[in-house]
């Protein structure tokens, strides 16, 4: 079960780090749809390392072949699939690590779990498995866009103590953060950040972050009640992105210092509003993050991710091996100092995986819904 | 959909706050086992509103009937069903309330959503549904105690600017917790906030906070790759409580601007320890939070949780109605000025039901993990 | 999960025979729907038993309570739950049974699954769960109605030896059914059923049969490739049903000993269509029994079940008992000879909900597909 | 969600017939199991087309490659995935269909779903998704057989109105079954069998049959009370093969013409059992077919599935193409006049799947049951 996710739109994905390769199976993907190959591959590409020198050298093209439910340059309403072959395989790279735990790596509890794991690298915890994820919300962002003009950008919004403020003045696509080469749209901040992870690099060291994440045009009324909240299912997503270690809707642990009174947004009408069955509403403050009850109310979302510090250093480190002793882990190999600006398009595609599903389920209910609502969102 | 959560351990709650009460039913408890009545109605006590003066006077006595599932002081091994009568609806009390979205709430959410709401309170929304979520977890904790010695503890970590810092020192058991007014173990930090409460009261205000969470004795091996990660699954539980706006596994966001070297969690092996096909390790520090690749790895759950200010206030506020006007929303009625000491058995609940369902699914498909593992954890 | 059913419209069950009473959680179910409550009482009734001579004096009224999700005559979109007492609990017929395996029952199976049972009865395996059914399967089909014209009408084809053979002339609507006080719509048939079921009474034995159903007016589209085929679906809501032994869809066996040539329907152009993007079309034939590829075609659904004869009879039977021990099961206690007249409703809910969930799938990911294919199905 | 089955041993099959291949995805294999790759390797190929002249000359090696979850010839316990290409794409075979309905295909139905559709083949409606089946159904298998030394054997029981009485004397193995052309292991009515599906091939037409599955050795308590029973999941699987329009479990249709004095099946004891917590029985008939109350009861379990015969002939039909016109399907292209031979391992594989589910969803809820009902099931 573990590999799959999604109600309606559901995805699974395949395939492991030293495999053959990693694909990805998407349920619930609407016909008709014209499918622009292209955004798969630049944001494939985006995802990619060793595209400059603050990232990992192992460079693969990540070409996907389509295995499924595409035709004429349509989706077919069946289940669509992609395959991305492997094509860097370094297995030697792993093999002194072959019976020990690196250190906050999954090594150990995948031995606890399975009681008998591999040496090579991380099977399904490698991070190559995101690659899966960046297709399947690639696919959401462009049906999403085209029926609803929603938008999800994300930016590396600090790393180590370096703070970007992004949200103070969040970027206005994805293109204002690409610009930068740690995808952070506030120049200083870039700039710092940029020095801060080559010398992270230079110590062997790495260092950790946080991404912020604004999703606009959100139309309100997705989301469940009770156990499938918008940001539970969104807290969910993003917690499964490997070094993911939080999660803040709106205003988050900032907002619990706050009074009710400083944090309620009142709400007030959008102006030059048609008379329409539900009022459409804005609020000055955003506290909220978009979502009342577990349910989108037309303001933007803001979401706020903590990623840990990479855990492969080039440091000797202490640790056990799977024969119960304890040695010492020798520093070496290929690592990647900060994965922070490499988890954007991760983290875009998994909020837009939720709200693909969200947008889906809500439709399946109340179809007329977004008639009754639609304004400017 | 939204009323379920779990994949084997199955849980499902049904009732609204103001109609004849709110029921659970639990699939997939295992048979025979001799539940603790008594526990599972002081739990409901824990989470009962108007147990002091902190509290909404709305006071439910909350005693739950067994539909299903239970005989001769043991579970039958088929669905468990609980059901809990209302017994306290003033519906007058939100009769004013009709057709205004009060602000931060799901009024106007619910009616973007389903084109249409009750007047009458907060229908499947209200903290009232979470009597079925302290049964549910109150099940599974006890069976959690009794298999592995595994044992969830909540606390209230900060209300507003006060902070506990309970991490540093985190209390033994929920005894430790319940001496509290405010479920907060460190005396200095419990005056302190018990004092801001009924000054928050006194103004007609709310307030927020944190609560700290530590799960001792887990085994190694519980949660899953990819996308049923351990962490995603507590993040979507939690954030599936009313309020609740962030979520920690372990360092969190400070953990952020840490080095790789500084974070990453050091093994050595547990002192005396037989020789077993898993050795059994422990880590000096526990930036991990117990879980590593999305699995537990033997030390301690580590998690912090942030709670907004109750939305309910005694104050005037600006807002829109549901013909389109503003207006403005009176004072008036109860509230309850600060929910974090009765979130806490909530948030314990959702926790324990979280780990049943990982359990429950690691047993099915390695039965023999827990001989092969099972030390001192 | 075995008391949930349905991916969007999602029902779970809950209570017992012995118990306070049976429920269910309707979630999924789209708001402002106008229910109509006399329908699903009527419904009710058509289940229970004791209104003929032909079946058990078990009396009961089966009245339900709405426990959330109406309001003002109509549906809020959030979950429907409904409870019904149980009035009847005569636990002490079963207590000679106490320690027995009745043969072709759950016993066994039960105290082999659990290793551990109650004596009172059958439980959760007890046909009066299926209360919960009639009520989710008549939300369902007024919805189903209103929105497609579509009609689920169920009849008993057979009983024993006696055929009615429906199927050439197929009941027009359910009071047809239901003249018949075994609902049989050929009277002949009826007469012979009913003379039958009365001698098998005095003979204190039981009796089998099988129920036709057919369902008017489906649109095409509705079911999925794969796994999730409609005709899948339908087969494994109808097993589900306690004495249901056997499954046919279309020509079912009989459409085995034709050729690909007498089998295959070709089809033709539905007279006097408009232009439209999917054309409307018609088979003269109907062994696909209005299912292709596990989609919906647009002919009427044609199902036929096998229901096995009811286990309890006033018999004496050789058995075993807990402690291991060979005994003999007196006769004894009220019993109903012919379920089949009971099981029509069951059978209709049952499909209406399959139904129900292959709509709402269908609208999810195509909204538009019911505009481009509606004619008159 | 169509693409997934199971609960805990989760499958998700992905790919088309005119693609690059078919795949599958695997969760929930327990880890450490001795994969046996040549078994696989020989369930596809009794799958495949192609290996005598009474079948399909289309014939593709179908050889599989491993893509994640294996290691040194065991599971890892992580999803396993395999891939077999696809070497015979003639899809011109299929142009001159491209805009025609042909009879009793998915074609009208997918294009009325999904407004659109490839005019290549079935797509996903393709038997070759089956292979995907076969390759999960097979690693099922193996660890039944090992941990429950069960075994599901499936034969041809009729091939029009050819029966074999297969239940008379069922196959003591699947050798017994192989021996036979048609995979019927009664020579007299496989020597009948195989004329007749030469006769029917030289005729350009296709015949239908039954196939008739016995799976020995499942101990007491698969499968989950009320919609999970056993039988309903079997009853799903075995639909969503092509061409499977009707199941019977046990006595089926033809125990509804019995009285239940005749159709009870009396408990006895098993000889010389050792005194244990759950009683060791057996009945002397076996009409419940293994099955009661949903649940296995330690009999065999016996089904009956009916095939049509396949929609693809070698006749000039009447039909309808997507412009709305009324066409002939000229005859021609390569076909099979009989799927049955070929469908036995793939119902198999179904079963099984279905089994190694109920399997360890019971192990997770009672771990111990193994032990107390273990005897010589």
Same mark, same amino acid.
């Given at each position: 079960m573990s590999s799959s996710t999604g109600t309606v739109y559901r995805v699974t994905t395949f395939g492991e780090s030293h495999g053959p390769g990693i694909g990805v199976v998407i349920d619930g993907c609407p016909a008709n749809f014209e499918l622009d190959l292209e955004n798969i591959q630049h944001e494939l590409k985006r995802r990619r390392? $060793?595209? *400059?020198?603050? %990232? %990992?050298? =192992?460079?693969?093209?990540?070409e996907f072949e389509i295995? *499924?439910?595409?035709?004429n340059g349509k989706t077919l309403g069946t289940s669509l699939a992609f395959f991305v072959r492997n094509t860097?395989?370094?297995s030697t790279d792993y093999d002194r690590w072959s019976d020990v735990y690196r250190p906050s790596h999954a090594d150990f509890t995948y031995h606890a779990k399975y009681t008998h794991r591999t040496p090579h690298g991380g099977g399904r915890a490698s991070v190559r498995e995101s690659i899966a994820r960046v297709i399947a919300g690639s696919v959401a962002g462009q049906i999403l866009k085209k029926e609803l003009n929603l938008e999800t950008i994300a930016w590396v919004d600090s790393v180590g103590n370096i703070d970007?403020? $992004?949200?103070q003045e969040p970027p206005l696509d994805r293109n204002a953060v690409d610009e930068s080469p740690v995808r952070c749209h506030n120049p200083n901040a870039s700039r710092r950040m940029t020095e801060l992870i080559e010398q992270v690099k230079k110590d062997g060291d790495s260092v950790g972050g946080t991404i912020g994440v604004i999703v606009n045009h959100v139309p309100p009324g997705l989301g469940d009640p009770v156990f499938d909240k918008l940001e539970a299912d969104l807290a969910k997503a993003c917690l499964s992105i490997p070094a993911c270690k939080g999660f803040e809707s709106? *205003?988050?642990? *900032?907002? %619990? =210092?706050?009074r009710g009174s400083q944090h309620n947004d009142p709400f007030y009408l959008k102006p030059d509003q048609a008379k329409s069955p539900i009022p459409s509403v804005q609020t000055p403050t955003n506290f909220s993050g978009g979502i009342q009850g577990g349910i989108s109310n037309g303001m933007p979302i803001l979401l706020r991710l903590a990623f840990k510090p990479t855990a492969t250093i080039r440091k000797n480190q202490n640790t056990v091996n799977e024969k119960g002793e304890e040695v010492i882990l020798k520093a070496g190999g290929r690592h990647d100092p900060c994965v922070l600006p490499r988890a954007v398009p991760i983290v875009e595609s998994m909020v837009n995986m939720v709200l693909m599903d969200a947008y889906l389920r809500q439709r399946a209910l109340q179809p007329e819904w977004y008639k009754l609502i639609q304004k400017d969102y």
């Open positions: 390392p $060793g595209q *400059s020198k603050l %990232t %990992t050298p =192992r460079n693969e093209p990540d295995l *499924s439910g595409f035709y860097d395989m370094k970007a403020d $992004g949200f709106g *205003s988050g642990f *900032s907002g %619990t =210092r706050l």
